[in-house]
């Protein structure tokens, strides 16, 4: 069967394309809105969880996870889906890889929706590791640590008892969980680089963990390192081994009236 010809036996009658975007992103977010503005698409947007603070989506949608290479490849043939788009977070490796195993370019095309990396500026003061072990390595005693990693990433830290840790989370962190040495603030990052900056001040801190994951949502606190001379560890983004990829929604949209 040719692509053209299993399209057409996934549209039926709607002839609406059937696009499955891997969310959690803002990127995710404006896609699935841009999508529902032009019309032609019937989109579903996966979440693996749902937040305090959901974010407004176009489109279904659906939590939870999929049960891995075999269940992900499942649900694409099951509901007969055009396209898969991953627009997960830079460092969603594990679903960046089952999507990319799950998908058969025959039958479901796959292309991924990435950031552009932050650069170094001058002024920025970051010690570059490949991996959050080496970022726990690159911590001292005396540190104050903002660890700008989210509840999971933060857990590498643990081992680290001598170290005060100051920890923003999306959700709050229940109270067994948490840390002796942490002080722990609920939310999301400020856009705002000087209130990024104030709350630094406010919490003594005088270094900044964080993972190079690019886009403008988390940039603020890079800024507000900047802006105070504050040094940071910064994680590389795992390398990207998707067949074909772009930065832009206008791309992968660009993409879908040619690919599908």
Not at 10 to 23: A, E, F, M, Q, V
Not at 91 to 96: H, I, K, R
Not at 201 to 230: D, F, M, P, Q, W
Not at 238 to 251: G, I, K, L
Request: glycine share 8%; hydrophobic share 40%.
């Amino acid at each position: 069967m040719s692509n053209l010809e299993s399209a057409a036996r996934r549209r039926g009658s709607t002839g609406n394309r059937k696009i499955l975007i891997l969310g959690g992103t803002e990127e995710a977010r404006i896609l699935s809105m841009a999508l529902a503005d032009l019309g032609g698409y019937d989109v579903t947007v996966s979440l693996r969880g749902v937040t305090s603070e959901p974010q407004s989506y176009a489109g279904t949608i659906r939590t939870g996870g999929f049960g891995g290479v075999e269940g992900l490849r499942a649900y694409l043939a099951a509901e007969r889906f055009d396209a898969c788009i991953d627009a997960t977070h830079p460092f969603a490796e594990t679903m960046s890889r089952n999507a990319r195993l799950a998908t058969d370019t025959e039958v479901v095309r796959l292309l991924r929706l990435t950031r552009s990396a932050w650069t170094r500026l001058p002024g920025d003061a970051w010690t570059e590791v490949a991996t959050i072990e080496n970022a726990v390595e690159a911590v001292h005693r005396d540190d104050v640590v903002f660890l700008a990693l989210g509840a999971q990433g933060a857990r590498a830290f643990a081992s680290r008892e001598e170290v005060r840790f100051i920890i923003r989370t999306a959700d709050p962190v229940a109270k067994q969980a948490r840390w002796p040495n942490g002080h722990y603030l609920t939310g999301l990052p400020n856009r705002d680089p000087e209130m990024e900056a104030e709350l630094f001040r406010a919490h003594h801190v005088t270094l900044i963990v964080a993972r190079n994951s690019g886009g403008e949502r988390g940039y603020a606190k890079i800024e507000a390192a900047r802006l105070l001379g504050l040094s940071v560890v910064m994680i590389a983004p795992p390398e990207d081994s998707a067949a074909q990829s772009v930065t832009s929604v206008q791309d992968v949209i660009n993409w879908l009236k040619t690919a599908i």
